[in-house]
C-alpha cells in the first residue's frame, strides 16, 4: 500500500510505502529522516479493506481515479486532434495515424487507472489497496463536515511594531514628567 500523507492543513507531508499484512506502528518517508506513525487497530474491517484514514483516523473516506499526471496533456492532444479533424486538417495519413495513437494512448490509461481512497479530513490518499464496496465516490454533503483548515496566519508586523511601542511608551511618559 503506497500513501501520500497529508497533514492536518491538508499540506503534503511525503509518501509511505507499508505492507498492510504486517501493519507497521511507524514508517520511515521516502527520502527523509521523518518517520510517521500509524494506528491500524480499527482502521481495517474484517475483509482487510481500509475503513479509516492512516494519517488523521477519520471514518470518512471516498473513492476515486487515480490517473498519472501526463493525462492532462494527452487530453489536450486529443481535443487538439479533434479541432484539427473539424477544421479538414486530417486529410493526411500521418496525422490521422498520430490521432489514433493519442486516442487508443487514452483509452488504456482510462482503463488502466487504478481507484485510490482519499479522506475527507486530511486528503491523505490511500493507493494498491483493495476497496470495500460501502466506499462511494465524492459527496459534497460529507465534505462540507470537513471543512478545510485555515492555514495559521503569521505574527503580523504591526503586532510587533505595538510591543515595541509599548516598551517605549512607559519610558517616554517618566521622561516627559522629569522635564
Same mark, same amino acid.
Given at each position: $500500500? ?16 507499508? /505492507?498492510p499484512t504486517i501493519r507497521p506502528s511507524r514508517a ?9 506513525? &500509524?494506528?491500524? /487497530? ?10 479509516r484514514c492512516l494519517s488523521c483516523g477519520c471514518t /470518512? ?8 499526471? &501526463? ?27 498520430? $490521432? ?14 487504478? $481507484? ?48 515595541? &511601542? ?14
Open positions: $500500500m503506497r500513501i501520500e500523507l497529508r497533514d492536518e492543513l491538508r499540506r503534503p507531508v511525503g509518501i509511505v510505502v507499508v /505492507d520511515r518517508l521516502n527520502g527523509e529522516d521523518r518517520e510517521v506513525f &500509524f494506528n491500524w /487497530d480499527t482502521a481495517l474491517d474484517d475483509a482487510s479493506c481500509l475503513r /470518512d473516506l471516498f473513492r476515486e481515479k487515480a490517473f498519472p499526471p &501526463f493525462m492532462g496533456v494527452l487530453v489536450i492532444l486529443n481535443y487538439a486532434g479533434l479541432l484539427l479533424g473539424i477544421f479538414g486538417f486530417a486529410e493526411n495519413i500521418i496525422v490521422q495515424f498520430i $490521432m489514433i495513437i493519442l486516442l487508443l494512448t487514452g483509452l488504456v490509461v482510462l482503463l488502466k487507472s487504478r $481507484m485510490r481512497l482519499v479522506c475527507y479530513h486530511c486528503r491523505t490518499a490511500h493507493y494498491d489497496l483493495p476497496l470495500a464496496r460501502y466506499h462511494r465516490s465524492w459527496d459534497r454533503a460529507i465534505a462540507d463536515r470537513h471543512p478545510g483548515r485555515a492555514t495559521p496566519e503569521p505574527e503580523s508586523v504591526e503586532e510587533e511594531e505595538t510591543d515595541i &511601542f509599548e516598551e517605549i511608551a512607559p519610558s517616554l511618559s517618566h521622561e516627559e514628567t522629569a522635564v
